[in-house]
């Protein structure tokens, strides 16, 4: 007589998970949350010290001691800034050349890193692979070797120891970076959106201003807040093509706090902190720009 064996068969062991991916996934958070707090702070701390430099006392400056934080605030400092000026002119002067020069470079290299940036993108022309290597070879230059060209091309033109002069060579130093940046923009665009315009009726310029510049505006944007911060923050070239100090940028007027025998390190750091506050107001604002352009981008794509 046959017997069958009713018992269930035996299954092996379940093996244990190797280490636990949910431990190890927050392990991997808060190593880059660490990471990036750190940079952070390395990053920002400089502009803490001038703040608060700005407002302590000259002892409190001058002391070996470590002062985080100034125990007794004055405005000493930034009043003798605001009273006195710079170089024998006011401190107001030399903000408006800065702006100027900042807000004249940012409309000007908008539109010629624009136009370029779709003729780049948008069509096809001998020579167009050499000119955007020719725009990274530019970058690969410092400017302290175009210096001198630039010199002699600035004081032939007419346009030395004026502002306009420095607008044109800021423009011509952030342009490359803008054209490059500006067609990656115009290259994501589909074809498809201006062909449709052009079906419906649309011109090349209606084309271009109501279909492919509010979705380019995001880029357009982040270009404008990199030519602002360059031309407000430039030194050499404000220094070699400006001669008369009255129409001196801001960070050529501060080098005269400093003297052969000693450095006015609190009229430095308040000069400093004003001229930083033009450049968090432009940032704000343009940020809300450039996230309501995104959305309108996104909904019009």
Sequence with gaps: MTTY???????????APRGNPGRRKRLGRIGLNTTAVVVFLFAVFPVYWMVTTAFKSSEQIFTTDFIPFPTDPTLDHVKRVFTEGVAGHSIWRYLLNSSIVAVGTVLVGAV????????????RFRGRTSFLILLLIVQMVPGEALLIPLFMMVRRAGLYDQLLGLIVVNV????PFAIWMLRTFVAAVPRELEEAA????????ATFWKVLFPLVAPGLVATSIFSFITAWNEFVFALTLIGDQGSYTMPVALRYFVSQRSVDWGAIMAASTLMTIPVIVFFLLVQRRMVSGLVAGAVKG
């Design 112 to 123: 010629f890193s624009l136009l370029a940036a779709t003729a780049v993108a948008r069509f």
């Design 198 to 205: 052009w079906i419906d009726g649309a011109s090349r310029f």
């Design 172 to 175: 011509a130093m952030t342009l």
């Design 5 to 15: 064996d009713t018992r269930a068969p035996r299954r092996a062991p379940a093996r």
